[in-house]
């Protein structure tokens, strides 16, 4: 059975820094492809990042160059650093691996002063 958890959610300044990550069971990450998404209130749940099973990333343009994708093998871990958080960025942050075969229930980012 596989479950994703992610962590690291809360509420943060506009400016601030946040680290997600997302452990896998059930999955081995090292040969999956995976990615980070958001939906925030009444929006659709869009792409914030991505890895493949060969370590290349990509990127929504709304986050790239603040936003870094991460996979730790060893852990079965996927993390997503963010750094210079915007109001906009607040939504629930949700970790999916495969071709969006598999979720997990999001973690909560709010940025706000």
């Known amino acids: 059975q596989v479950q994703l958890v992610e962590s690291g959610g809360g509420l943060v300044q506009p400016g601030g820094s946040l680290r997600l990550s997302c452990a896998a069971s059930g999955i081995r990450i090292s040969i999956n492809s995976m990615g980070w998404y958001r939906q925030a209130p009444g929006k659709q749940r869009e792409l914030v990042a991505r890895?493949?099973?060969?370590?290349?990333?990509i990127y929504a343009d709304s986050v790239r160059g603040r936003f870094t994708i991460s996979r730790d093998n060893g852990k079965n871990t996927v993390n997503l650093q963010m750094n210079g958080l915007k109001p906009e960025d607040t939504a629930v942050y949700y970790c999916s691996a495969g071709n969006m075969d598999y979720w997990g229930r999001g973690t909560q980012v709010t940025v706000s002063s």
């Open positions: 890895i493949t099973h060969y370590g290349s990333t």
